[in-house]
């Protein structure tokens, strides 16, 4: 068991997606559930977003600010962790796996307080453990307006992990076109395991 808290994002508007995003089913099983189930080794998981949604039967925190970013799901997430590290996943990235988190839980050091995987030299900033330690941070940096992840992990001590050789596992789906293409990737990894 990791003892750390996965949190999953699905405060986002999805706008470009048309519906909720999480709700989507992608080879028969829906976004949350299939992001869920990748966390299944963390001591503790939680949904967050701005509403408990009432079919979602979930751990639920509420996002605390009203900003439209995700360092508010991360604002939240650390401060209602009961663990020093939290997962902060977001449901733009429903084909992310358990393997994945493991071996980012595996790059912990004590002495960082962001271990964020890096795919083609960009930084995946919604895949990333962060410390609790960071909470003052990031609080100032919201403070200023200043809402950007990657501005927030560069301005702390952290570790990057290459995982360009699994970047199939990153892919981002922001509309339904990309869920389409999520669908394709999963039934080529199928097709050539078989």
């Not at 590290?85 to 002495?111: G, Q, R, Y």
Request: net charge neutral.
């Amino acid at each position: 068991m990791i003892p750390a808290t996965a949190c999953i994002l699905i405060g986002g508007d999805s706008n470009r997606f048309g519906s909720q995003k999480w709700k989507a089913v992608i080879d028969g099983t829906t976004v949350i559930d299939r992001i869920w189930d990748a966390c299944e080794f963390f001591e503790y998981r939680h949904v967050i977003g701005k509403d408990h949604p009432k079919n979602l039967n979930k751990d639920f925190i509420k996002d605390m600010l009203e900003i439209k970013a995700p360092i508010n799901g991360l604002h939240a997430a650390l401060e209602n962790s009961n663990t020093d590290w939290i997962l902060l996943l977001s449901c733009d990235l429903p084909l992310v796996s358990a393997d994945i988190l493991i071996d980012l839980w595996n790059e912990t050091d004590a002495t960082k307080s962001i271990i964020v995987p890096m795919v083609n030299k960009r930084l995946e900033p919604t895949c990333a453990l962060y410390h609790k330690r960071i909470l003052s941070t990031c609080n100032a940096r919201i403070q200023k307006n200043d809402l950007g992840l990657n501005g927030l992990i560069k301005s702390i001590e952290f570790h990057c992990v290459d995982m360009t050789d699994r970047a199939d596992r990153f892919f981002n789906m922001n509309t339904k076109n990309d869920m389409s293409e999520a669908e394709k990737i999963l039934r080529l990894k199928r097709n050539a395991r078989s």
